[in-house]
């Protein structure tokens, strides 16, 4: 018995299937429409939308104020299978692992899971007979089609491809969805540097002006000026980021350029150098937005975040600190963010933003070597597992080389499923074995 979990969807894949454009609304048995549904329904066309399971597709994608919504239809495709009495038998249990989220933005920005409808949420419990651990769902037959709805938090305006992961096992069928589209445009943004002190404007006394000789013979006199009505203060429209540079270690301050941009954007709008001194750093960014930055400094792992002022008003003040850990020649990292096919080597577009912070190391270190290390799960193949971890941090290596950091500074190295960090467990515990790792050989 197979048994499918939904998986993330990871966007900008290429593909060779077509889905054509999603129409919008629920498909039968898909749940009622939500009160807060204020924003029409949203449908966009993708010609490289891809599930990993062709048993899934996408019948939906739209948006509302608060949710991004999914709609999917699963078709049980095996073929019957019957019992010594000829009764038809249940060939998948299907569940949706609410561990699974949409990843946007090159992997910058990710989107947690809500709720589904139409299919259960994904348990294990242990069989009382067998005493082992088994997957409660819903079970399909051969011919079966099961509609459902997966609410997530809703993307960045401006975010318009993204993809769907629920997991990377080697025992079930994941429900990965690759390069969703959605129309979602972004709000006008016109980028204001940080407004610069005003000049001293000194005290005049006020202007008086004389009356003209008045018909009646009455003495002339003089009078203040007619008053104006004050000109309203502006709206303010920047929110101030501000805080602290430091060692995560030592706790010492740390020189580093902090690069900001949109969420959506590909491009970094521009960068700020923390105080030797003291470690502050501070940038003025609009407000109504979804910001990622990228914190580096010689000598430190790169750090990532998000600065989210959609919902903050012009003219607040933020803290946010930031701890840059020191490199040491023999640091092992694991790189957390780093996504391939199910069972293959093809990079996904979702691992860029955690490579782009290796390559920034490596340029802000020149004299950085290092490793890549591939390990895989202990299910499956050993050969196979073997050759897949190769391939794996070659793929990696190759898009560094592509990023302008030299061959010579990475080695690789697979070592499949000869390095476990965990060898029991569910598949889900297990799942940190599945890694792709950077030792440092020389900084």
Known sequence: ????????????????????????????????QSPDDTYPNSSGQSGNTRPADPGVTVTGVRLTKDYTILNLTFTDKTQPKYDQQGRLLSTNTISFDPTGYLVAANGARTFAFIRVEGIPIKKEQINPQTRQKELIGRNTFPGDQVNFVLYFERLDKGLENFDLFECTSDQYVCWNIYNLYVN????????????????????????????????????????????????????ATLVTISGIVSDAKNKRPVTATVHYQLSSSKQSI????????????RMNLNKGQVYTYVASARGYQAANGVLDLSKVAGGQKITRDIALTPLAVGDKVTLKNVYFEMSKSDLLSASYAELDKLVLMMHDNPNMTIRLEGHTDIIGDHDKNLQLSKDRVIACQRYLVQKGIDLERIQTIGYGDTRPILTKGTDEDRKVNRRVEFVILTI
């Open 270 to 281: 521009d960068s700020v150098q923390s105080f030797a001194s003291t470690g502050t750093y």
């Open 1 to 32: 018995m197979r048994h499918h979990f939904i998986f993330l969807l990871l966007a900008g894949l290429t593909s060779s299937c077509m889905l054509g454009s999603y129409p919008s609304g629920y498909p039968s048995g898909g749940g009622q």
């Open 184 to 235: 979602n445009p972004t709000d006008a943004v016109v980028y204001t540097p940080a407004p610069s002190t005003p000049t001293p404007v000194p005290n005049l006394p006020k202007k008086k002006t004389q009356l003209p000789p008045q018909p009646s013979g009455e003495s002339g006199g003089e009078m203040e000026a007619p008053k104006t009505k004050p000109v309203p203060a502006p709206v």
